[in-house]
């Protein structure tokens, strides 16, 4: 039986307590530079690791983070910790029944933004030197690593961005979640199948057939009955009551430790599990909001630093840093995703103003690129070169996304919501008390001053829209939204309840107001930038607390009417017509 001594487990606090502060401490600096923590949660293991510390205070650094077998142990079982909840959080984020809902144009960028990438990284890689590889016997299983690498996009940072600038719940961002959704199931099978040949070099076509049929049903199985079992488990947790979230956060990790046992039985990794029983509880419809935000800010706020910055412990950055290698595998994976998502929009038939912003937001490899990356250096399929060079390419893709992405956002016509919005459509007080009730209420209200179709029929448009992705943002605020078709021009409603009305909100706080924004089914260019402006004027505490303190109607819409005359859409340059 071994025991840890008193010494090491002072050194592992020591080393939790400098990995976990800086990274956090560093992490909450770059986010208010609009820098991913992925950046900094790595920096601070470079920082930490032989690149800095250990070269220029190799005694300190010795004593700190010692080369004992069994101190290094406990730490590298808390990252692998780290790992299988980054992974199982991954899954959580992903709605699958969105993605099947969304199958015909989804499907088509999903696809198409594996097979173009993975075929240009294939066949780039076959040139690689064969001084790079660790045995050029094995260039073809490297290569397929590599492209499988190259391929999988973060769907984590693709969402924060997609947060970030006010999107994340428009119909273009609906649409770039769920070919994301596609791409990741789809991109750690193929990962986890490639793993599976090169671990196991007595592999026969038979074994593996029968590997690839296991786990093709294992994940059919999950997707199927297995989100039901979720969802009936999660509901009585409600119904009996039990404390929340700690009763669902349990159940979801036994959830992923059961299945990443199964998948490491099948002969694939623990990891893939884990991600399909993240999946699979993230469709339980009766998992609030709010404990998903618990469980995501627990593995952020912990793990997820924990991991990343050891990886800088383990890796000299400076003595395995190539040029070459760098910007080839930076180029060639941007690129890649890129192309591949670009053409898949194109297939898929997208408006000219949405290929961009699929096309950029396939790009990060970030989180997803180095976990891969980790993976094939412990089973010697890569050397620390390519390591490093991929762990530059996954930063650079995560840096370039935000301005990227909000440059192709930005970069279009100026409005004005004023155009859209009067005050004959604003309801000072709800009378309804709950999310449907309130949507119907705003749905009359609409009929009876626009000449559009009937309220039922609006009605049933705006509540399957809002069942397929709710609306309800932090601070007390809902967008429903949907597109009509044969409407001229886009029509936006808002409605205030005083008491609040519970609407499975982020931050469980019940929705005291409610924006109603209908557009053009032609047209979702204009959604974006409305939803954007509603967000940014709604973030304001000052103006939500006026809004609830309006009197009457009359105060309360010179209110809305000041605040978003005054906060118009910033035109570029480079102007352009939808």
């Known amino acids: 039986m071994i025991f840890f001594s008193e010494e090491n487990i002072f050194i592992f606090l020591v080393q939790i307590f400098l990995l976990l502060g800086l990274a956090r401490g560093l992490g909450e600096l770059f986010r208010k530079w609009k820098q991913p923590a992925l950046t900094a949660e790595i920096l601070v293991g470079v920082l930490l690791g032989p690149t800095i510390f250990g070269r220029f205070l190799p005694v300190l650094h010795q004593r700190i983070f010692p080369a004992d077998i069994t101190q290094q142990s406990i730490l590298e079982t808390v990252s692998w910790l780290g790992l299988l909840f980054l992974l199982l959080e991954s899954g959580l984020k992903m709605d699958f029944s969105i993605a099947w809902r969304q199958r015909g ?128 488990v999660i509901s009585r947790i409600k119904k009996f009551n039990l404390p929340e979230p700690g009763s669902s956060l349990t159940f979801i990790c036994l959830l992923g430790f059961l299945c990443g046992a199964i998948m490491q039985k099948v002969g694939l990794h623990a990891l893939l599990g884990f991600f399909i029983a993240g ?202 939204h949907a597109r009509i078709p044969l409407l001229m021009k886009p029509i936006i409603a808002f409605g205030r309840s005083s008491r609040g009305i519970e609407w499975n909100s982020p931050d469980g706080k019940p929705t005291n107001f409610v924006f109603l924004v209908l557009t053009p089914k032609e047209n979702d260019w204009v959604q974006i930038q409305i939803l954007g402006i509603i967000a940014r004027v709604m973030a304001k505490e000052e103006m939500r607390e006026a809004i609830i303190q309006a009197e009457n109607s009359e105060v309360l819409w010179n209110i809305l009417e000041q605040a978003f005359s005054s906060h118009r859409v910033i035109k570029k340059s480079n102007r352009r017509k939808d």
Not at 163 to 179: F, H, M, Q
Not at 183 to 193: A, L, Y
Not at 198 to 225: A, D, E, R
């Open 105 to 232: 144009k989804a499907l088509t960028i999903a696809l198409t933004d594996i097979a173009v990438p993975m075929i240009i990284s294939f066949i780039v890689c076959l040139f690689i030197p064969s001084h790079y590889l660790v045995n050029p016997a094995q260039r073809i299983l490297f290569c397929f690593f590599m492209a499988t690498t190259m391929t999988i996009s973060a769907m984590p940072l693709a969402i924060r961005a997609l947060s970030d600038l006010n999107i994340a719940k428009t119909d273009l961002g609906y649409l770039i979640i769920s070919a994301l959704s596609v791409n990741e199931v789809i991109g750690w099978m193929i990962f986890s199948i490639i793993l599976s040949i090169f671990i196991k070099t007595s592999l026969t076509i038979v074994n593996l057939f029968t590997i690839f049929i296991l786990t093709i049903g294992f994940i059919v199985f999950c997707l199927s009955y297995g989100r039901k079992f979720a969802d009936f």
């Open 279 to 480: 999946v699979m509880a993230g469709e339980a419809k009766a998992l609030p909001e709010r404990t998903r935000q618990v469980i995501s800010q627990m593995v952020y706020a912990i793990f997820i630093p924990l991991f990343f910055a050891g990886i800088g412990l383990k890796i000299d950055f400076a003595k395995n840093f190539n040029l070459f290698l760098a910007f080839l595998i930076t180029f060639v994976s941007i690129f890649g995703k890129f192309f591949g998502a670009w053409l898949g929009a194109i297939f898929a038939k997208l408006s000219k103003p949405n290929i961009m912003p699929v096309a950029v937001a396939h790009t990060p490899g970030g989180e997803m690129e180095i976990v891969i990356g980790i993976l094939a250096l412990k089973y010697n399929i890569i050397n620390e070169s390519i390591f490093v060079g991929i762990v530059f390419g996954a930063i650079v893709s995560a840096v370039l996304l935000g301005p990227w992405l909000a440059h192709v956002i930005s970069s279009r016509k100026e409005i004005s919501i004023l155009e859209f919005f009067s005050k004959t459509n604003v309801i000072p007080e709800i009378k309804a008390a709950d999310r449907n009730s309130v949507l119907l209420e705003i749905c009359y209200k609409v009929v009876e001053q626009e000449s559009i179709v009937d309220s039922e029929a609006l009605y049933a448009r705006v509540l399957r829209r809002e069942d397929g992705m709710g609306t309800a943002m932090e601070e007390g605020i809902a967008i429903p």
